[in-house]
């Protein structure tokens, strides 16, 4: 298991954090975990980034890891069970716009929508309100700031 700490400063001209070193850097790695820690230097707003990673043997390729587990046996990728092969169009757009209104934020993307949340909303396709409700742990904060946004998505 290794290590990587990211210093992200906010960048005014992205509206955000400049994720793409992270993003270089993880693309060939088995990521395990990643922290973060919101912090302000001088009033400027930084985010660190704590990747704990493990290098991917030779023989092993990338798609067809074992799905990532966090501490108590539960699956981080359980969500793409939850997808069927007609949702994925959909599934990437809702998260194509979460990491762009993300990035707007400066915020990390999970914190405006989990990837199990996003893909409920592309198998269930809600039409209203009520229903994207029905999805767990979409509270009534999320729904307010965010619910029109994801269902203006062709469903």
């Known amino acids: 298991m290794n290590v990587r700490v990211f210093t992200l400063p906010f960048s005014s001209a992205l509206g955000g954090f400049d994720d793409?070193?992270?993003?270089?850097?993880?693309?060939?790695?088995?990521v395990l975990a990643v922290r973060d820690h919101f912090f302000l230097k001088d009033e400027s707003p930084h985010l660190v980034l704590v990747v704990t990673y493990n290098m991917p043997r030779p023989e092993q390729e990338i798609s067809t890891r074992k799905p990532q587990v966090k501490e108590g046996g539960r699956d981080r990728e359980a969500w793409r069970k939850t997808l069927e092969e007609?949702?994925?169009?959909?599934f990437n757009t809702l998260r194509d716009w979460r990491n762009g209104q993300a990035k707007e934020e400066g915020i990390p993307p999970y914190v405006i929508c989990t990837n199990q949340q996003l893909a409920e909303i592309a198998h269930r396709r809600p039409l209203s309100?009520?229903?994207?409700?029905?999805?767990?742990?979409?509270?009534?904060?999320?729904?307010?700031?965010y619910g029109k946004a994801?269902?203006?998505?062709?469903?």
């Open 129 to 145: 309100l009520n229903k994207l409700a029905a999805i767990e742990r979409l509270g009534k904060a999320k729904l307010e700031r």
């Open 20 to 30: 793409g070193a992270v993003r270089e850097f993880v693309k060939d790695k088995e």
């Open 86 to 90: 007609a949702d994925w169009p959909l």
């Open 150 to 155: 994801m269902l203006g998505f062709d469903f």
